[in-house]
């Protein structure tokens, strides 16, 4: 089964992960990693460190004359700002305030530390960059069979928009990885005075995956469950609190007649409406699968929250380091490298999953009925 680990810290020497389970024979091309990498990066409101990195991915193991060759796939991103911090890495005073909303405190219980630092640097969204390399090489192995998987933005803050993106194109050039040009200016501006107050500001990001065959995932137990999966690996991106799959919670207010997606055939089942967002029964019915997560805002406040001292359990202020005032924009990509992995999870499950050859004959021979 396909899966990845990671390791490493948020100001130590480096990230990187481990991808098991891929086939032999994808072609993989560096720069289309390194660019997901740098879109991870990009979206008004990030913070200083983004200044400081410029994430490339050095692929150390499982890839020979561009291809995989059935192995593990281990990269490694250096973080640059590893020379500001490497002399005084083992000398930092500790942290002891910890942050509401951020896995300090709970950190420091479950692991007995008495220093945040030791939470907080396993803890930083940084770790997302190994992230969207497994992603991205998912996403580069799901393009042979023409599926893709996009994410972008529908809110940030208060400001909300129903305007989804046909495609990358019309979104890159956007702040906020958003189709809608006009909410960007609202959206800077929500931006700006969270920023002057010292706040941060969260938001909503959607994940469209096209070109999805029928039958990835199972009803027969839960944990197979496409939908299930789904949503976990949406949950498990940091600050992510919320995660709806088509309608979502729209669904509630609405009758079976009007909402369930109403079945044809010409060369093929489709549906003239898609609430369901590609999946019935915890399995891909072959349209377009859409979910979506919502941001909570950062908890690193330079205003900062009430707090209590761990050491002295004296009431203080959460301690403040530089940080995002909005990582919305990267949360989209950090999505779409999530969705991009379930998808080529499940497929290799249906298709086989050891070299591209066999798996491309066994795609074409699939009855899809
Ligand atoms: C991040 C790197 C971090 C933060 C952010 C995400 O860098 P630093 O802590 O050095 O400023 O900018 O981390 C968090 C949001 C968090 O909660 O830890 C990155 O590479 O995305």
């Known amino acids: 089964m396909l899966r990845f680990l990671t390791a490493g810290e948020s100001h130590g020497p480096s990230i990187t992960a481990i991808i098991e389970g891929l086939p ?111 992603g991205a090489i998912c996403k580069i192995f799901l393009l042979n069979f023409n599926i893709d998987v996009l994410g972008y933005v529908l809110g940030i803050g208060r400001i909300k928009t129903e305007k989804r993106p046909k495609n990358y194109e019309e979104i890159k050039d956007s702040l906020f990885f958003c189709a809608d040009k006009e909410y960007e200016k609202r959206m800077v501006k929500e931006i700006d005075i969270a920023c002057e107050n010292g706040d941060t500001v969260g938001g909503i990001f959607e994940v469209k995956a096209e070109g999805i065959p029928p039958g990835l995932g199972s009803y027969v137990h839960w944990d197979r469950r496409l939908d299930c999966q789904l949503a976990g690996a949406i949950m498990s991106i940091p600050g992510v609190k919320g995660v709806e799959i088509g309608l979502g919670f729209g669904y509630a207010e609405k009758l079976g007649s009007e909402v369930h997606d109403e079945i044809f055939y010409k060369d093929r089942f489709f549906r003239k409406t898609n609430n369901c967002g590609g999946i019935e029964g915890g399995v891909s019915n072959g349209e377009s699968i859409i979910i979506r997560g919502v941001m909570k805002p950062i908890p690193t406040l330079k205003k900062p929250l009430s707090s209590v001292n761990i050491e002295t359990k004296k009431e203080t202020k959460a301690s403040y380091e530089r940080s995002d005032v909005c990582a919305v924009p990267a949360c989209s990509v950090i999505g779409e490298a999530m969705v991009s992995f379930v998808i080529a999870q499940v497929f290799l499950e249906r298709f086989g999953s050891d070299n591209m050859e066999m798996i491309e004959k066994t795609y074409r021979e699939v009855v899809l009925i």
């Not at 796939?73 to 250096?78: N, Q, R």
């Not at 083992?90 to 939470?119: C, F, M, Q, T, W």
């Open 24 to 134: 032999a024979g994808i072609s993989i091309e560096k720069a289309l990693i390194d660019e997901v990498l740098k879109r991870r990066q990009m979206g008004y409101g990030r913070g200083k460190r983004m200044e400081i990195e410029s994430d490339k991915v050095e692929i150390i193991g499982g890839v020979r004359k561009g291809k995989t060759i059935g192995g593990p796939i281990s990269i490694v991103i250096k973080n640059r700002d590893w020379e500001n911090w490497k002399e005084k890495w083992d000398k930092l005073e500790p942290i002891l305030s910890p942050r509401p909303g951020h896995a300090d405190l709970v950190g420091a219980i479950k692991y007995r530390h008495l220093d945040i630092r030791n939470v907080l640097e396993r803890s930083s969204a940084r770790e997302t960059a190994a992230r969207v390399c497994v």
